[in-house]
Protein backbone atom coordinates (compact mmCIF):
# COMPACT_ATOMS: atom_id res chain seq x y z
CA UNK A 1 0.00 0.00 0.00
CA UNK A 2 1.14 3.76 -1.09
CA UNK A 3 1.95 6.22 1.97
CA UNK A 4 -0.04 8.66 0.21
CA UNK A 5 -3.23 6.07 0.38
CA UNK A 6 -2.86 5.71 3.96
CA UNK A 7 -2.45 9.45 4.74
CA UNK A 8 -5.79 10.36 3.02
CA UNK A 9 -7.51 7.18 4.14
CA UNK A 10 -10.95 8.11 6.16
CA UNK A 11 -9.92 6.17 8.85
CA UNK A 12 -6.48 7.84 9.15
CA UNK A 13 -7.94 11.16 9.52
CA UNK A 14 -10.48 9.89 11.89
CA UNK A 15 -7.57 8.19 14.09
CA UNK A 16 -5.21 11.50 13.78
CA UNK A 17 -8.38 13.87 14.93
CA UNK A 18 -9.09 11.16 18.01
CA UNK A 19 -5.29 11.17 18.86
CA UNK A 20 -5.91 15.60 18.84
CA UNK A 21 -8.95 15.85 21.22
CA UNK A 22 -7.28 15.65 24.55
CA UNK A 23 -5.06 18.58 23.19
CA UNK A 24 -7.20 20.28 21.77
CA UNK A 25 -9.62 19.81 24.95
CA UNK A 26 -6.72 21.22 26.97
CA UNK A 27 -5.97 24.46 24.77
CA UNK A 28 -10.10 24.92 25.47
CA UNK A 29 -9.69 24.37 29.16
CA UNK A 30 -7.01 26.90 29.61
CA UNK A 31 -8.67 29.92 28.41
CA UNK A 32 -11.76 30.02 30.55
CA UNK A 33 -11.74 28.46 34.07
CA UNK A 34 -14.33 28.91 36.89
CA UNK A 35 -13.36 31.22 39.35
CA UNK A 36 -14.18 34.26 41.39
CA UNK A 37 -12.87 37.65 42.20
CA UNK A 38 -13.07 39.71 44.96
CA UNK A 39 -12.86 42.94 46.01
CA UNK A 40 -12.18 43.94 49.92
CA UNK A 41 -11.19 47.00 52.26
CA UNK A 42 -8.99 45.78 54.57
CA UNK A 43 -8.11 48.66 56.41
CA UNK A 44 -9.48 50.97 58.66
CA UNK A 45 -11.16 53.72 56.89
CA UNK A 46 -13.60 53.51 54.10
CA UNK A 47 -12.45 53.67 50.52
CA UNK A 48 -15.23 55.64 48.21
CA UNK A 49 -15.42 55.35 44.37
CA UNK A 50 -13.93 52.18 43.78
CA UNK A 51 -13.82 50.99 40.10
CA UNK A 52 -12.11 47.87 38.90
CA UNK A 53 -11.86 46.03 35.80
CA UNK A 54 -11.22 42.26 35.23
CA UNK A 55 -11.13 41.78 31.99
CA UNK A 56 -14.45 40.15 30.51
CA UNK A 57 -16.32 42.12 33.52
CA UNK A 58 -15.88 45.55 32.04
CA UNK A 59 -15.56 47.96 34.58
CA UNK A 60 -17.53 47.86 37.84
CA UNK A 61 -18.21 50.61 39.92
CA UNK A 62 -18.46 50.39 44.07
CA UNK A 63 -19.85 53.69 45.03
CA UNK A 64 -18.69 52.95 48.68
CA UNK A 65 -16.54 49.87 49.99
CA UNK A 66 -16.40 49.75 53.85
CA UNK A 67 -15.51 46.74 56.55
CA UNK A 68 -16.34 44.05 53.21
CA UNK A 69 -16.41 44.31 50.05
CA UNK A 70 -18.19 42.73 46.80
CA UNK A 71 -17.06 39.76 44.03
CA UNK A 72 -18.28 37.73 41.18
CA UNK A 73 -18.14 33.74 40.57
CA UNK A 74 -18.29 32.95 36.61
CA UNK A 75 -16.45 31.13 34.07
CA UNK A 76 -14.26 33.24 32.57
CA UNK A 77 -10.83 34.38 31.24
CA UNK A 78 -7.75 35.40 32.87
CA UNK A 79 -7.44 38.58 32.02
CA UNK A 80 -3.89 40.25 30.86
CA UNK A 81 -3.98 43.09 33.48
CA UNK A 82 -6.68 44.57 36.39
CA UNK A 83 -7.23 47.36 36.97
CA UNK A 84 -8.24 49.47 39.81
CA UNK A 85 -9.24 52.59 41.32
CA UNK A 86 -10.32 54.18 44.43
CA UNK A 87 -10.11 57.31 46.77
CA UNK A 88 -9.39 56.92 50.46
CA UNK A 89 -11.97 58.67 52.27
CA UNK A 90 -10.33 60.00 55.06
CA UNK A 91 -7.84 62.56 52.69
CA UNK A 92 -9.98 62.26 49.50
CA UNK A 93 -7.02 60.70 47.66
CA UNK A 94 -7.57 58.81 44.49
CA UNK A 95 -4.65 55.77 43.56
CA UNK A 96 -5.17 53.89 40.98
CA UNK A 97 -3.15 50.65 40.16
CA UNK A 98 -2.56 48.38 37.22
CA UNK A 99 -1.80 44.45 38.29
CA UNK A 100 -0.28 42.40 36.16
CA UNK A 101 -2.15 38.79 36.33
CA UNK A 102 -1.99 36.24 33.55
CA UNK A 103 2.46 36.73 33.59
CA UNK A 104 1.51 35.67 36.99
CA UNK A 105 -0.99 32.79 37.18
CA UNK A 106 -1.95 29.90 34.74
CA UNK A 107 -5.65 29.84 34.15
CA UNK A 108 -5.34 26.07 35.84
CA UNK A 109 -3.46 27.29 38.42
CA UNK A 110 -6.50 29.70 39.19
CA UNK A 111 -9.45 27.30 38.09
CA UNK A 112 -11.75 26.92 41.31
CA UNK A 113 -10.13 30.01 43.50
CA UNK A 114 -10.74 33.33 44.37
CA UNK A 115 -8.63 36.07 42.80
CA UNK A 116 -8.80 38.66 46.01
CA UNK A 117 -8.23 42.38 45.62
CA UNK A 118 -7.54 43.70 48.99
CA UNK A 119 -7.15 47.52 49.43
CA UNK A 120 -6.04 49.32 52.69
CA UNK A 121 -5.76 52.92 52.27
CA UNK A 122 -3.16 53.90 49.48
CA UNK A 123 -2.03 50.43 49.16
CA UNK A 124 -3.66 47.59 46.90
CA UNK A 125 -2.53 43.37 46.94
CA UNK A 126 -3.60 40.84 45.40
CA UNK A 127 -3.83 37.40 46.68
CA UNK A 128 -4.76 33.97 44.86
CA UNK A 129 -6.91 32.34 47.65
CA UNK A 130 -7.48 28.70 48.24
CA UNK A 131 -10.48 27.63 50.58
CA UNK A 132 -9.53 24.22 51.98
CA UNK A 133 -12.22 22.01 53.35
CA UNK A 134 -11.48 22.96 56.98
CA UNK A 135 -12.60 26.66 56.34
CA UNK A 136 -9.04 28.00 56.32
CA UNK A 137 -7.20 29.75 53.36
CA UNK A 138 -4.27 28.83 51.28
CA UNK A 139 -2.91 32.60 50.01
CA UNK A 140 -0.21 33.65 47.74
CA UNK A 141 0.71 36.93 46.76
CA UNK A 142 0.73 37.64 43.21
CA UNK A 143 1.13 42.08 43.75
Known sequence: MKLASILYSPR?????????LPV????????RVDHSIQIINVGKSSVTDVV????????????????GGG??????????????????EADGQVHEVQVPLKSKVSAREVS???VSIEIDGPLLKVFLVTRLPDFREE?????
Not at 52 to 67: A, D, F, H, N, V
Not at 71 to 88: A, H, N, Q, Y
Open 12 to 20: WIVSLWLLM
Open 24 to 31: VGCVAMDS
Open 52 to 67: YTYGELGPRPIKSLGL
Open 71 to 88: GVIKIMSIPELIDVKWTT
Open 112 to 114: GKT
Open 139 to 143: RKQLY
